[in-house]
């Protein structure tokens, strides 16, 4: 999954930094479209190339009545 892509040096991305980094792209008020798109780049420049494995991302917008 997201949090398992791992850098040609062995690490994983992780929860920690996954949630960091949404919680910057909350902060630049970036759509949900926009955010997984960064996200998905973040990751892949992580992992200094393609997924080699799954990666499962949900996007949702909460609207407050």
Excluded: C
């Amino acid at each position: 999954g997201v949090v398992e892509a791992r850098s040609p040096a062995g690490d994983d991305f992780e929860f920690d930094r996954l949630r960091t980094f949404l919680e910057h792209e909350a902060a630049q008020k970036a759509p949900p479209s926009a955010a997984v798109r960064h996200i998905l780049e973040e990751i892949k420049a992580h992992s200094s190339g393609p997924l080699h494995d799954d990666a499962t991302l949900l996007q949702f917008d909460y609207v407050k009545d």
